[in-house]
């Protein structure tokens, strides 16, 4: 599609959509026009609600047949032992269980994420960006509340959310920072594992916020590259050889996933990117908008709204050598 063609194409869906033009426009560019409108159409589709079992205070099987008891059904999800597609009759929030921190109400893409990371007992984990806090019991929770987690957010009043969900799901392994990750360097620890679970655009909650087709401008993704791609260098100076890190976005810009881990792997060689031992999403892009990256890219790993019936996420594993 010529680019004229293109823009005049992107005008007519974001008016019969709601969307801002030069959104539609960098869809068209990347997925073509049969796979741009599937994606539309996905957005308006409600998510299945997913929860993750807190297995430092019940078991998956006991907690099943406690819910089942108040009508709520849960669905294993294939790649995840914790996780599971859940069906309410009311809020997921309400329930007692939930509030004696037997199960965390997350999406399956943010759980994946931290089955990505694989935190093992007796580690060293730094969680930045960590507030709210389902990262940060998912990874105590797989360390089996041993070792230690660093969480560290910015945010005080999102520090209050990451407190009071590692005292409701029975946390004991966790020390919060509050600070700019930016200088996560400094912080004078060796951990074994970073998270960064980067601040960003959130053009991939699209289908949970539909306040997004318009909220957001290209000047907007490009503020949110630059932080990501500082937070990600902090990362990456602050993680030791033979460290393991994952980077994720709830975005799904390319300019702020694949752009971003192909600059750190430009001006770090040390670091690489690793394949993902889970069968789930579909690769990122090594091409996007026809500018070539890293080959290596196609290890990373993406949800679509269109194609996996989940908000929008990119998750890369990276080691440094």
């Known amino acids: 599609m010529a680019n004229r063609q293109l823009r005049q194409k992107a005008k007519e869906l974001a008016k019969a959509t709601g969307y801002l033009p030069y959104m539609i426009e960098r869809y068209l560019a990347l997925w073509g026009e049969k796979e741009t409108i599937q994606f539309i159409e996905a957005c308006e589709e409600q998510i299945t609600t997913s929860v993750r079992v807190n297995s430092l205070k019940i078991d998956a099987e006991a907690l099943r047949t406690r819910l089942h008891i108040k009508q709520v059904t849960l669905k294993p999800v294939e790649w995840l032992d914790e996780g599971f597609w859940a069906e309410f009759e009311g809020s997921p929030g309400s329930l007692f269980e939930h509030m004696l921190g037997y199960y965390y109400v997350q999406g399956v893409p943010s759980m994946t994420v931290t089955k ?36 560290i957010d910015e945010d005080r009043q999102r520090i209050k959310s990451l407190e009071s969900n590692i005292q409701r799901c029975g946390v004991s392994n966790a020390i919060i920072l509050r600070g700019d990750a930016k200088k996560l360097d400094r ?14 655009s959130g053009e991939g909650l699209i289908p949970l ?18 932080r990501e791609d500082q937070l990600l260098e902090a990362a990456v100076n602050a993680l030791p050889s033979g460290g393991t890190m994952v980077y994720s976005t709830c975005s799904i810009a390319p300019e702020e996933n694949e752009y971003i881990v192909d600059e750190i792997l430009h001006r770090h060689p040390d670091m690489r990117i690793v394949a993902i031992p889970l069968e789930f999403g579909s690769p990122g892009y090594s091409q996007p908008y026809g500018v070539e990256l890293n080959e290596s890219m196609t290890l990373t790993r993406r949800f679509l709204p269109h194609l996996h019936g989940t908000e929008g996420f990119f998750i890369c594993k990276l080691e440094k050598e």
């Open 187 to 200: 912080l004078g620890h060796t951990p074994d594992r970073i998270l960064l679970d980067s601040p960003c």
């Open 116 to 151: 990505v990371l694989d935190p093992h007992p007796g580690e060293t984990v730094i969680d930045v960006a960590a507030a709210p806090g389902g990262k940060t019991t998912h990874i105590a929770q797989l360390m089996e509340n041993t070792g230690t987690v660093i969480a």
């Open 209 to 226: 916020d539909p306040s997004r087709k318009t909220s957001t401008s290209m000047a907007d993704i490009r503020f949110c590259a630059t």
